[in-house]
């Protein structure tokens, strides 16, 4: 069974750094690329940055890059975000994500097929 | 950046309806990149339609996808009472960043 249990979520003031992490578990971590994947309090859901399997290719939402690095340790089964720079619209829910690519019958497919639990970013003073 | 417009944003129908919940895009979509999500308050979301059309393991037949190009559609055939929640399209395609539609709610009448 794919589990996926984020953790390092908390209170921070503006201008902080904090450093989330997701322990991952029930599939091959290497092979699969992950995604960070926000939520603020009432509103939608917003992708925040993506890490390819190996750790070598990493994508970002404009309005995180330059402050949140993404990386992964696949020794650990662990992926990482690090937050700098933090600013109240940071606030949200972080919830990790397992994406599913594969190609069948001449298309090919990408979603989010597991999502963890989530863990509460608050960014305040 | 590809834009997701949900319409309606809330639904009120009562349990054995019909849901008809539509998704936008501000450019044309792959149907492979357009999935369907269900969250309901307090917990993360699940994948509920990938491809426009598949359904994910484990969800029911009366979850459906439907679209191609700009205009993807999810029903739900008969509401139950489980299946009151909030749905979230999303487009995972070649270029990031990859978005999702701000949401319909979907509520008891």
């Known amino acids: 069974e794919v589990q996926l249990v984020e953790s390092g979520g908390g209170l921070v003031q503006p201008g902080g750094s904090l450093r989330l992490s997701c322990a991952a578990s029930?599939?091959?971590?290497?092979?699969?690329?992950m995604s960070w994947v926000r939520q603020a309090p009432g509103r939608g859901l917003e992708w925040v940055s993506e890490?390819?399997?190996?750790?070598?290719?990493?994508l970002y939402a404009d309005s995180v890059k330059g402050r949140f690095t993404i990386f992964r340790d696949n020794s650990k089964n662990t992926l990482f975000l690090q937050m700098n720079s933090l600013r109240g619209e940071d606030t949200a829910v972080y919830y990790c994500?397992?994406?599913?690519?594969?190609?069948?019958?001449?298309?090919?497919?990408?979603?989010?097929?597991?999502w963890g639990q989530g863990t509460l970013v608050t960014v305040s003073s | 950046e590809i834009v997701l417009t949900q319409s309606p944003g809330t639904l009120s129908l009562s349990p054995g309806e019909r849901a008809t919940l539509s998704c936008r895009a501000s450019?044309?979509?792959?149907?492979?990149?357009l999935a369907w999500y269900q969250q309901k308050r307090g917990q993360a979301p699940r994948l509920l339609i990938y491809?426009?059309?598949s359904r994910a393991t484990g969800i029911p037949d009366r979850f459906s996808g439907s679209g191609s190009g700009t205009d993807f559609t999810l029903t739900i055939s008969r509401l139950e009472p489980e299946d009151f929640a909030v749905y979230y399209c999303h487009q995972y395609g070649n270029s990031p960043p990859w978005t999702f539609g701000r949401g319909t709610k979907v509520e008891i009448k």
């Open positions: 994500a397992k994406a599913t690519k594969f190609c069948s019958g001449g298309s090919c497919y990408q979603y989010f097929q597991h």
């Open positions: 450019q044309s979509v792959s149907s492979s990149y």
């Open positions: 890490v390819s399997g190996s750790g070598d290719s990493t």
């Open positions: 491809g426009a059309s």
């Open positions: 029930g599939f091959t971590f290497s092979s699969y690329a």
